[in-house]
């Protein structure tokens, strides 16, 4: 049986982040029988405001304040993990840019195994657990058994696991700060530098006409600014047309740019990777238009289109500037 | 400065539909087109452009088959200087963890300041970066999008975090970091470039030239293990409006229009 199940709770201004009910969601479908732990690092108020919130979710938090904590970084955090746990813990993290960044590590120093950006669980048999992944921008998934006899450090995507409305633990929290040991880091954090903002604000707009990849070449956005002017809405796109600086920042949506929450998203030539869809909230009405019929993007639309955008989009836009 | 860069030879999710084959046991990789992971790509390119700008050398380094050689060689069109490839059938189904030995075993041969690795790669989990450093006792950061040389002892990096926002640290060499992509602008590799590193020699290292145990890796060494392939049924879906083109378009324009899309 694998040891003591504890989940590492990420939090900002004094605010835990939406993984902290997922995490204590999903260890709960893995272990029915475990209690699980929270663990809450950081420093002063904030820290104790976040303790607090979490009672309501788990029935024990660990909190450690040390000014080495203060911001969330991901070797220190490392260092106070590997001295705090148990070697054979199985510690639950969310899947984003700080567990992506704390997880592997830890995995190497308590010598467990590594099991990222799970998406669902499969079964547990003694000390194998089984877990559902995707791979290939979730075109397929896959099973994963897991070797848990020494512990497991267990990367949980963010939003796979549906939190329950609200909490009833009644938790309490212990003080374990003067376990933290050693906290020398090799990487010191300086500063936050914010996105730039554009000259159009993604995050307003009732209407977004999105692009990706399927755009195939810089010339071929206009394609969708005409659709855009043409149903008065704003082109925004996905990570791809950034990285080829296509776009500007400002118009990427995603997790690791703007969250959206539009009444009607337009998807051209966008596979809808997790990390696209993750910017999109307040579930709006999808047109998803995309020549591979197997995109993941036709799961989560409402409406779909199987042909390459750079012949349908035109015939769209012309149908409609007609109609006006 | 003295980089490595560690790259993986990936079926091309631009180019190909990836679908299961029959069984489960694989994807259909008869006709999949091959290239190098793309976030490994900006890494080459990032350490060459380091290294045009203080001196000293690139290394890229692959774990894989045969196959594999052929994206360290483009690579080195690319500009890097050296090449390595790891490859042994004890190799074969190795975890990240096992790939991280094995990149361990070889840094260890070579005296490296810095180590890029991508941040993830469409078959990966982004994994072998933060394990690799961990081993190393080195310092690690993920998702990079911007490297300053400060001195021969740090760098200046920028990480990209949540909502566009980037997080901007100093961490003191040697390091690993994982690239993340619009780092910068890949150059282009034509043909003449391919040509030119035809000939060059690709050292191929084993277990043996390593000295790791089979305990770490291969399938009986690794702790995670893909069992299959599976493409899950998910609910309905979408509602895939069929027809010609015209027909469609005049669909999907009153679907809008009833959903508030045309204004």
């Keep these: 049986m694998a040891g003591q199940i504890f989940a590492y709770i990420t939090h900002k201004v004094g605010k835990a982040d939406d993984t902290a009910a997922e995490l204590v969601k999903a260890a709960g479908k893995f272990f029915p029988d475990a209690p699980v732990t929270a663990v809450v690092t950081g420093s002063g108020a904030d820290l104790d405001a976040v303790c607090n919130e979490m009672t309501a979710w788990y029935r024990e938090i660990w909190k450690i304040d040390n000014e080495a904590l203060a911001y969330p970084n991901a070797e220190a955090i490392r260092k106070l993990l590997v001295n705090l746990l148990p070697q054979d813990a199985v510690v639950f993290c969310g899947h984003d840019t700080f567990g992506m960044d704390l997880a592997p590590g830890l995995s190497i120093k308590l010598d467990s195994v590594f099991v990222p950006d799970v998406v669902d669980f499969d079964g547990l048999d003694g000390d194998t657990l089984k877990v559902i992944r995707q791979e290939y921008s979730g075109q397929v998934s896959t099973h994963v058994s897991c070797d848990i006899s020494a512990g497991a450090v267990i990367n949980i995507r963010p939003g796979a696991f549906q939190p329950d409305e609200s909490g009833s633990a009644g938790g309490q929290v212990v003080d374990k700060s003067a376990e933290a040991g050693d906290l020398a880091v090799g990487r010191r954090f300086l500063e936050i530098v914010q996105a730039e903002v554009g000259d159009v604000d993604i995050t307003k707009e009732d209407v977004l006409v999105s692009v990706g990849r399927g755009i195939e070449d810089q010339d071929n956005i206009e394609i969708a600014e005409e659709l855009a002017e043409a149903i008065g809405a704003v082109v925004s796109c996905s990570r791809p047309i950034v990285d080829a600086k296509w776009l500007e920042k400002s118009r990427q949506v995603g997790t690791s740019g703007q969250t959206v929450k539009p009444k009607v998203y337009l998807a051209l030539g966008i596979s809808g990777s997790f990390q696209h869809l993750g910017g999109l909230k307040g579930n709006p009405f999808i047109v998803a238009v995309n020549k591979n019929p197997k995109a993941p993007i036709f799961q989560v639309a409402d409406v779909g289109v199987v042909d390459d955008l750079l012949d349908f989009v035109p015939v769209l836009t012309e149908k409609i500037q007609e109609g006006k | ?263």
């Design chain 2, 1 to 263: 400065m003295e980089i490595l860069v560690c790259v993986k030879r990936v079926p091309d999710t631009a180019e190909n539909e990836i679908e299961v084959a029959g069984d489960g046991s694989d994807i259909e990789r008869d006709d999949l087109v091959y290239s190098v992971n793309e976030w490994d790509n900006y890494a080459v390119e990032e350490a060459i452009q380091i290294v045009d700008n203080v001196g000293g050398s690139v290394t890229v380094i692959s774990v894989g088959d045969e196959d594999a050689e052929e994206v360290v060689r483009r690579e080195m069109a690319m500009g890097a200087n050296n090449g390595i490839l790891l490859s042994d059938d004890a190799f074969e189904g190795s975890d990240g963890k096992g790939i991280a030995s094995l990149l361990k075993a070889a840094v260890e041969k070579g005296n490296y300041d810095l180590i890029l690795t991508g941040a993830q790669a469409d078959d990966g989990a982004g994994q072998v970066g933060g394990m690799l450093a961990a081993m190393l006792d080195v310092p690690f950061a993920s998702v990079v999008n911007a490297i300053e040389v400060l001195d021969d002892k740090k760098l200046k990096v920028g990480r990209e975090i949540e909502g566009g926002n980037q997080e901007m640290s100093e961490i003191d060499l040697p390091c690993v970091l994982s690239i993340q992509t619009g780092i910068n602008e890949p150059r282009y590799v034509g043909i003449r470039g391919i040509r030119k590193v035809a000939s060059v020699d690709i050292p191929v290292w084993g277990a043996s030239d390593l000295g790791v145990g089979a305990e770490s890796i291969g399938e009986s060494g690794a702790r995670a293990k893909r069992l299959d392939y599976f493409v899950p049924e998910l609910g309905e879906g979408a509602e895939i409006l069929e027809g010609s083109s015209d027909e469609v378009a005049d669909k999907l324009i009153e679907i809008l229009k009833a959903k508030g899309g045309i204004k």
